[in-house]
């Protein structure tokens, strides 16, 4: 299971721009796909499918989550023009940037990345809301992919499942979440020269509008979205919102005002 591949999902027109996609944690890069459908048809979109894919050994967590993700980079036959990241594969895609890695992009939108600013303190306190936290992402991920299907299987049966699922990922699972976020603090994000945009939730119980405010501060050249209705799953969620906001950024190709949506 420690493997990476990368997957077309859109071939674009000849000359335009490529999107390289990057997944979170027990998630794959099938997630991506209400979104490619509504993304601008001339991009090629390329997904990486990454070793933290759903029912993995977590073998990979001896090596850090960046050179994974530089592997993956390593397949794609071109220089990615826009690379957009979700949660756990946020976070990779921030240490290789802060790094100036030559194989990322010079634009890239981060979907929930995990934050922790510096002046948050980590304590047993915040690792019991961290861990309440992955177990909601963990029912929330299982709950995305059921779909309309979870009011035919029937209650009981559903809760079943969550249980199981949060059982199979377990502890190996929740430390590798906990270690990005509690590591995130060091990233040295001053040294990034792409043009970010931090794409948040208000309805996101890991990445709260004042942490994500704090990290695009933090980024020389970052936009800010914040819309209160979305979760840590918006992009499945809600793709055609998403994939709007992700190409007007691409088209502006430079940093926007901090605002926020919603009442």
């Known amino acids: 299971m420690t493997q990476v591949a990368c997957r077309e999902l859109a071939p674009g027109e000849p000359g335009e721009r490529l999107a390289v996609l990057a997944h979170g944690l027990e998630d794959s890069w099938e997630s991506w796909l209400p979104l490619v459908r509504r993304l601008d048809p001339t991009w090629r979109v390329v997904a990486l499918d990454l070793p933290w894919r ?16 530089g ?15 979700h949660s756990y594969g946020a976070n990779a895609l921030l240490e290789l940037l802060s790094a100036g890695d030559p194989r990322t992009s010079q634009a890239a939108a981060l ?21 309440r936290a992955f177990e909601k992402h963990i029912q ?17 049966v559903v809760e079943n499942m969550i249980a199981k699922a949060i059982d199979r990922v377990g502890p190996a699972g929740f430390l590798a979440v906990f270690d990005q976020f509690v590591s995130s603090a060091a990233v040295a994000l001053d040294e990034i020269t792409a043009s970010v945009l931090v794409l948040a939730g208000g309805a996101d119980p890991t990445l709260s509008p004042d942490a994500a405010t704090s990290l695009a501060r933090r980024i020389p050249y970052a936009s800010l979205l914040i819309d209160d209705e979305y979760d840590h799953f918006c992009y499945v969620r809600r793709p055609g919102e998403v994939a709007d906001r992700i190409i007007r950024f ?14």
């Open 250 to 263: 691409a088209d502006a190709l430079a940093p926007v005002s901090h605002r926020r949506s919603g009442p």
């Open 71 to 85: 592997d993956a980079l390593e397949l794609v036959d071109r220089h990615p023009d826009l690379m957009v990241a």
């Open 54 to 69: 759903p029912g993995n050994d977590y073998r990979w967590r001896r090596r850090p989550s960046w050179a994974w993700l």
């Open 111 to 131: 979907i929930c990345p995990l934050y922790r600013p510096p002046d948050i303190a980590v304590t047993w306190k915040i690792f019991d809301r961290s861990r």
């Open 140 to 156: 929330d991920s299982l709950m995305t992919r059921l779909s309309g299907r979870a009011d035919r299987i029937g209650g009981d």
